[in-house]
């Protein structure tokens, strides 16, 4: 197959689950149609038909205490005046950074309830490193625990509704969480992760009641309990990255001051409570020929803050970078060689797009 872009940004046709129509690839054709003035009425409608009359809080907001939820939870709580019920998966103590520790402080300390769910970080670690050798994707536990904790913990105080960021559909161009309303986040569980990922391997290593924050609900239980996740994102007109950590840097949110060329995050926004992120979108970008610096360069061109040019140069700059640092950080933590780890890259990578060559990777492409 060859490397193909869209029309308007750099996303590429190796992106899984990716639609296009006329060579314009579907978060540039949503962003075109959907970013209207964010309309709370929609949200507070929902609320009012599904909350329990006896019920303490509006909804539930997922957190980490980064750009987009400080951003969600003040919005929620001080222009709609509603009372949310802050959720927020913990990474393993020797994963969280300390970042990650003084952001999700920093958002609390702004009025908030939080219930925490911490999975057993010795279950979650070796199932970091089961995943890694087994699909080549490390994240898929982490991922699991994240998204699942939110509506667990719904189901479980019993409120409905439940407030997400961004729409992967709208941002990633993950064509399957699209649903007829864009702001509809259940279709959340077609995500990659949730549905191509059987959790047997899980529960061949381990006992269910020692699992449990890797289940995420089943159709039935979000029938039976009414619950209805709602992306933000998606009707907020100045919901993009910059504009969110703009908003939260000037609410207390800490930032990475590295270089880009040590992870391809061009301004320190992203993922702060998880250095090993770095890895997985290195990693990613052997895969599919593209990264996070790529995901920044997409939105800043659909928000014309950058030209296609600009564009082009800081992904052949800074794209799949990843210190050595990070490398051997997860290397560490899960007890493998730097050898081991490079086998298994290197068994993963992309040969239509990539090279080996002396034990090293090289593109085959130049973003144009």
């Not at 949503?30 to 329990?52: A, G, P, V």
Request: proline share 4%; glycine share 6%.
């Amino acid at each position: 197959m060859s490397l193909q872009y869209c029309k308007k940004c750099f996303t590429n046709n190796y992106q899984p689950n990716l639609k296009c129509k006329n060579g314009t690839c579907l978060p540039c054709i949503i962003f075109n149609k959907q970013k209207n003035t964010f309309s709370s009425n929609i949200l507070l409608n929902l609320i009012k038909k599904r909350k329990k009359k006896d019920s303490h809080f509006d909804c539930i907001i997922g957190v980490s205490g980064g750009k987009d939820s400080l951003k969600q939870a003040n919005f929620i709580k001080n222009k709609l005046k509603l009372r949310p019920l802050l959720v927020s998966l913990i990474y393993p103590p020797e994963t969280v950074t300390q970042i990650g520790v003084l952001n999700l402080n920093n958002l609390i300390e702004q009025g908030f309830d939080i219930i925490v769910s911490a999975p057993n970080p010795q279950i979650w670690k070796d199932l970091i490193k089961t995943s890694f050798i087994k699909f080549g994707n490390f994240r898929i536990p982490s991922e699991l625990a994240l998204f699942s904790s939110v509506p667990q913990i719904a189901i479980k105080y019993e409120i409905p509704i439940i407030i997400w960021g961004e729409n992967p559909a709208v941002t990633l161009g993950e064509s399957k969480t699209l649903a007829k309303e864009v702001w509809d986040g259940n279709y959340l569980r077609n995500l990659n992760t949730l549905r191509g990922t059987k959790i047997n391997w899980i529960e061949k290593k381990y006992k269910k009641n020692q699992i449990l924050p890797f289940y995420y609900p089943s159709k039935k239980e979000f029938k039976k309990n009414k619950l209805q996740i709602f992306f933000m994102g998606a009707l907020w007109k100045n919901w993009s990255i910059i504009h969110n950590a703009k908003y939260a840097i000037a609410n207390g949110l800490s930032i990475r001051k590295e270089n880009p060329m040590e992870h391809g995050d061009l301004f320190g926004y992203q993922s702060l409570d998880d250095d090993f992120v770095h890895v997985n979108q290195m990693i990613k970008y052997y895969k599919y020929g593209y990264g996070r610096t790529t995901e920044y360069v997409n939105e800043m061109i659909r928000l014309n803050n950058i030209t296609r040019e600009q564009g082009k140069h800081l992904i052949n700059k800074y794209d799949g970078k990843c210190s050595k640092k990070y490398i051997h950080s997860f290397c560490n933590y899960i007890n493998i060689s730097p050898k081991f780890f490079w086998k298994k890259i290197f068994s993963l990578t992309n040969k239509d797009l990539f090279r080996i060559k002396n034990n090293k990777i090289e593109a085959k492409f130049s973003v144009k």
